[in-house]
DNA sequence: TTGAAAGCGCTAACAC
DNA sequence: GTGTTAGCGCTTTCAA
């Protein structure tokens, strides 16, 4: 491995001015310069990071936290964020936490050690004093945790009312909803936009909540009971989009007709959305567009430049397609 | 922040012995030792690892590139590589290549100025040479380069094959396929083995191979384009399961039954492949399988530890579903 | 404009 | 058993 000593040394100057052309600071002659530059290419070298983070007590690296990679909805987010962390010079240390608060704790001591200089956490876990305990720039995605810390989420209240409301627009008559994990606040927010929507409504009852961890699996069961119980549910809203790719084989299982019978709409706006037969219709979020926002967010908290704005909500937008019937 | 030095001033010993406590080598008495660890705790000391590695020229990180974390196939890849590094006690640096030779090449000059201690690689970009001027420990994973180099791939030719003979059991009777990217020596292997079974048909003829670039949309179009063309063709094996969804619209949008009038098979066994409507009959690999083995062979060859083996061709399996005919 | 040297926090060889 | 110290490769202060 050759080090700054041996570039110092083939071009006959110091460690100090090695170093001075490196980082491009301080004064240092045209020619010495040149010569160094030369060396520099000739031998091939490539300054230790380590070393550099040692001293400079920072390591040009993010720490990326997600719940799980396995959900098609963090890959996307995870594309943004890697794109524009390497765009700017910062790497990126990926942690799957699978929801648990342990690893997730494990992780962040593992981020001090290594002088990480901030982190894009998307979880349920951890609270508010817990994140701010942290003393490293942190932006929270997704799930938000608290109005003070840094965040970028998108309107799940107002995309839970849009979906049901436009399901009643299209003429649905009895409403169901299946809802995320309950501690998942985005899952909260998107049911409480349905509620909204429905809870004045003469068909509505408790029992068109049912519960489906996100998960598409669980969705089809969910709702195969759900649907046999009430055969009068002619629209149901998904908390996301899995869980609606769920609602969907499970309306097909049982012979009911989409969108003729049953209209479905979905959450998240996520690429498989297109895939299925018949396509999502979906309250999509910017997916790539957080990402890239929280990573911006975070690497100017790091870089202490000026930021006019930390909490971010960002607007949904209803993409119709073929899951629910014409209005 | 709290350094070795404090914790040794607070234990009144020196900076050697808090060291052989917290590496547990050397010879350190029982009572100093306690002691020790009490003040570790009660100043809540954690070993700074960039001074460790530093010293140590090894980071217990591990660098994952991947061509294209938006692809099903590579969460779940990610996921197995994940959990068995944090298991071992690496972290994980990720890389989302795209595919770009240049992007690979710098984000490895990255990985070498870090101390990284070994990497997994999947790509069709780099060749022999360049990974063996690595000088790094490395397992390449889903896509072969050489054999020299420790590989964990699955049967791909012999997959093509499966995929194609099992079409023709089930009474296909002319039988296309769409090819992931030339460039990539898998979508080339499963290629292969379909034409081993197809060559001597009467019915074969090169014009039954498109394109379909690993990627649904591309699919969906060229596929709709073939199947216009040729609508005697009642069998068709996609590259992989991402590309068959697309065949699976693509038959939809044309009003041909899958799978009375046309059987579809496809090729990973991503979750994808039981979300769709029908599900997908595959040839499934083992996904996280793949991903735990590379990993344990990469850590292996880190700490320096026998190995048995180090290039793997795992098997694939017929997963028969929904989108082909039965026997 | 340049160099000597201290020091980032840790490990390990060597001495006692 | 324990301490002293050099050194991992780099940056930066201070002096020249």
């Given at each position: 491995?050759?080090?700054?000593?041996?570039?110092?040394?083939?071009?006959?100057?110091?460690?100090?001015?090695?170093?001075?052309?490196?980082?491009?600071?301080?004064?240092?002659?045209?020619?010495?310069?040149?010569?160094?530059?030369?060396?520099?290419?000739?031998?091939?070298?490539?300054?230790?990071?380590?070393?550099?983070?040692?001293?400079?007590?920072?390591?040009?690296?993010?720490?990326?936290?997600?719940?799980?990679?396995?959900?098609?909805?963090?890959?996307?987010?995870?594309?943004?964020?890697?794109?524009?962390?390497?765009?700017?010079?910062?790497?990126?240390?990926?942690y799957n936490s699978e929801e648990q608060v342990e690893k997730e704790q494990i992780y962040i001591e593992n981020l001090k050690q290594k002088y990480i200089?901030?982190?894009?956490?998307?979880?349920?876990?951890?609270?508010?004093?817990?994140?701010?305990?942290?003393?490293?720039?942190?932006?929270?995605?997704?799930?938000?945790?608290?109005?003070?810390?840094?965040?970028?989420?998108?309107?799940?209240?107002?995309?839970?009312?849009?979906?049901?409301?436009?399901?009643?627009?299209?003429?649905?008559?009895?409403?169901?909803?299946?809802?995320?994990?309950?501690?998942?606040?985005?899952?909260?927010?998107?049911?409480?936009?349905?509620?909204?929507?429905?809870?004045?409504?003469?068909?509505?009852?408790?029992?068109?909540?049912?519960?489906?961890?996100?998960?598409?699996?669980?969705?089809?069961?969910?709702?195969?009971?759900?649907?046999?119980?009430?055969?009068?549910?002619?629209?149901?809203?998904?908390?996301?989009?899995?869980?609606?790719?769920?609602?969907?084989?499970?309306?097909?299982?049982?012979?009911?007709?989409?969108?003729?019978?049953?209209?479905?709409?979905?959450?998240?706006?996520?690429?498989?959305?297109?895939?299925?037969?018949?396509?999502?219709?979906?309250?999509?979020?910017?997916?790539?567009?957080?990402?890239?926002?929280?990573?911006?967010?975070?690497?100017?908290?790091?870089?202490?430049?000026?930021?006019?704005?930390?909490?971010?909500?960002?607007?949904?937008?209803?993409?119709?397609?073929?899951?629910?019937?014409?209005?």
């Amino acid at each position: 491995m050759t080090t700054i000593r041996d570039v110092a040394k083939h071009a006959n100057v110091s460690v100090a001015t090695v170093s001075r052309v490196l980082n491009k600071n301080g004064y240092v002659n045209e020619e010495t310069k040149q010569k160094v530059l030369e060396v520099i290419k000739s031998l091939n070298y490539k300054p230790n990071a380590v070393a550099r983070s040692l001293y400079k007590k920072s390591s040009k690296t993010l720490g990326l936290i997600l719940p799980d990679i396995t959900n098609p909805f963090f890959p996307e987010l995870a594309k943004a964020v890697e794109d524009v962390a390497n765009r700017s010079g910062y790497t990126l240390l990926f942690y799957n936490s699978e929801e648990q608060v342990e690893k997730e704790q494990i992780y962040i001591e593992n981020l001090k050690q290594k002088y990480i200089d901030g982190v894009i956490l998307a979880t349920n876990s951890l609270n508010k004093q817990q994140v701010e305990g942290l003393e490293i720039p942190i932006v929270v995605v997704d799930r938000a945790i608290n109005k003070n810390i840094p965040t970028v989420i998108t309107k799940n209240y107002e995309g839970g009312k849009l979906a049901t409301k436009y399901l009643k627009e299209i003429g649905c008559r009895v409403i169901a909803h299946i809802k995320g994990p309950d501690r998942n606040i985005n899952a909260e927010q998107r049911f409480k936009g349905y509620i909204e929507e429905v809870s004045n409504e003469p068909w509505f009852h408790e029992e068109l909540i049912i519960h489906g961890n996100y998960n598409m699996r669980t969705a089809t069961e969910v709702t195969k009971k759900l649907l046999n119980k009430f055969p009068e549910i002619d629209g149901i809203f998904a908390g996301n989009d899995v869980m609606a790719v769920g609602a969907i084989k499970a309306a097909h299982q049982l012979g009911r007709k989409i969108p003729d019978d049953l209209s479905i709409i979905g959450f998240d706006g996520i690429a498989l959305g297109e895939m299925t037969i018949p396509e999502l219709t979906t309250i999509a979020q910017p997916i790539y567009r957080m990402g890239e926002l929280a990573t911006h967010i975070l690497i100017n908290l790091i870089e202490g430049k000026a930021i006019k704005q930390t909490y971010y909500e960002l607007d949904i937008q209803l993409i119709k397609r073929e899951s629910t019937k014409r209005a």
